[in-house]
């Protein structure tokens, strides 16, 4: 047998090094290199790919059985996905949860990982099947409080109040747990693995125990996996690997927007995006998205520009604000992006001074998406630059004017997916114009579309549209 060997593993790119090092030579991130034991599964000797070829030509079955198929003898509805009784939730997934798939719910704390996944577990429980929550964080009388504000308890919703992984595989022997939801993947533990509960180890060790589980038992288990600063997933890389499907919450705290998306999904497509809202009994459907989103716009107030975005199959209207004011004596010019990316705004800023002639020397420049959303498709560039070409001059865009498109480095306004969808939802909403890139088609009845071959024309075409034509 192979003699246990030491690697060094980083925790920010999950590469591997044969030495430690101050800084990993893969991703360049210092102090992220831990040790972790390089050792072989017990009984690795007689691991497939050590035994003699010969048994193979021999006919030896292979480990777990598996035998070759025709792919056209394959039952495509042996395994499909069942519905958490969350409409907006089962369109995300493309239906529902798949029974022995694993899935991690990513999120910043206090976004509502635990209150969600509590109404997924209420709700499959009360259509009487047997579920499990596994609560590493919270007691169980914690659990119980927060779960009776959310409706009445059924008898099938089933509680393990601890982050020990080896008494997991009890909860089978009785009532079989159709779904599992860990929470969180950081706070559980392997007794049999080394390292403190959220160590890379750890974290590695009890997913791989989860997945093997979920397929062994065909259940469906939810992971909550807590989220950096900096919006990466704690600990490696490799979790997103390990998993069939990731989602994310977003939201601002302050806010009761929240957004779940599909960032991967084995079994779907991914970028649907999920409207909740924070109420006092938990998360609820959004059915009118624009009293969160539009309800307090003041149409005709400089530096604000609607953006009819596109996530998955949905368009949606986004307000972009934006406010300009002069830079503090020699202090650097202030940059501030909240729901928009930091990046785009600062290349925006130089395209609109040095292609449209917007100045912006020596301004700060603080821009937002408003409702707590985050907006991240390149199709939102054009209304953000008008957005702060409108505060910096002082002229409002026409109120019923929307805009959308990518902005190039050189100034010209590109094509975006999706352009008959958002000038449809725009319409609907009411807005009767839309700045948009020149190879957009036409709108639906009622709907102005005015093409910007440049961040210039547009900038010029914007302030010149009368107001209420
Ligand atoms: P939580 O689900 O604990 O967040 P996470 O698991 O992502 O850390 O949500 C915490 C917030 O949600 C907390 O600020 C209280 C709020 N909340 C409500 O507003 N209404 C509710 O019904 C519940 C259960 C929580
Ligand atoms: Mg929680």
């Known amino acids: 047998m192979a003699r246990p060997r030491l690697q060094y593993r980083c925790s920010a790119c999950d590469g591997t090094a044969a030495r430690w090092a101050g800084r990993c030579p893969a991703c360049g991130e ?7 034991a390089d050792a072989p599964a017990a009984g690795a000797s007689s691991a497939w790919w050590e035994q003699d070829p010969g048994d193979f030509r021999r006919g030896a079955a292979s480990p777990d059985g598996a ?20 409409g907006e939730l089962d369109a995300v997934l493309g239906g529902g949860l798949l029974p022995g798939s694993v899935t991690l719910l990513g999120g910043e704390p206090g976004v509502g990982k635990s209150t969600l996944l509590l109404q997924v577990l209420l709700a499959v429980a009360r259509q009487g099947h047997e579920v499990l929550l596994v609560s590493a964080e919270e007691s169980a009388a914690q659990v119980r409080r927060r779960a009776e ?30 779904l599992v939801v860990v929470d969180s993947v ?8 080394g390292g403190a509960p959220g160590s890379l180890g750890q974290v590695r060790a009890c997913t791989d125990l989860l997945v093997s589980l979920a397929k062994h038992h065909a259940a469906a288990f939810v992971l909550v996996g807590h989220v950096t600063k900096e919006g990466a997933l704690a600990g490696p890389r490799t979790l997103e690997h390990l998993v069939d499907t990731v989602l994310s919450v977003e939201g601002d705290r302050h806010h009761a927007l929240r957004t779940v998306r599909a960032v991967k999904h084995r079994f779907g497509p991914v970028g649907e995006v999920g409207l909740f809202e924070m109420t006092d009994a938990g ?43 002069p830079s503090a004596g020699d202090a650097p010019c202030r940059r501030s992006a909240q729901g928009v990316d930091a990046g ?12 449209a002639g917007v100045r912006l020397t020596r301004t700060d420049v603080f821009a937002s998406a408003v409702g707590g959303i985050r907006v991240t498709e390149p199709a939102a560039d054009l209304a953000l630059a008008l957005a702060v070409a409108s505060a910096v001059r002082g002229r409002p865009l026409p109120p019923d004017l929307v805009a959308f498109g990518e902005v190039g480095l050189g100034g010209e306004v590109r094509a975006v997916p999706g352009a008959p969808r958002r000038l449809a939802e725009a319409a609907r909403v009411g807005f009767r114009h839309a700045l948009v890139p020149s190879s957009c088609p036409d709108g639906p009845p009622g709907m102005e579309v005015i093409h910007a071959r440049s961040i210039g024309e547009a900038v010029a075409l914007a302030c010149s549209v009368p107001e209420g034509a």
């Open 186 to 193: 950081q706070a559980v533990f392997d007794p049999a693995t």
């Open 30 to 36: 210092w102090n992220s290199l831990v040790e972790e």
């Open 149 to 178: 504000r959310l409706g009445p308890l059924p008898a099938g919703l089933k509680l393990l109040p601890t982050g020990d992984l080896s008494s997991l595989p009890d909860a089978w022997r009785e009532g079989p747990p159709e």
């Open 283 to 325: 998360l609820a459907a959004v059915t009118d998205p624009y009293r969160l989103l539009l309800g307090d716009r003041r149409p005709g107030a400089p530096g604000s520009a609607v953006l009819p975005g596109v996530e998955g199959q949905r368009a949606l209207l986004v307000e972009l604000q934006a406010l300009t004011a």
């Open 67 to 86: 035998r070759v198929l025709a792919l056209v003898d394959v039952d495509p509805n042996a395994c499909l996905p069942r519905p958490t009784g969350l």
């Open 344 to 355: 785009r705004l600062a290349l925006l800023i130089a395209v609109l001074e040095q292609r």
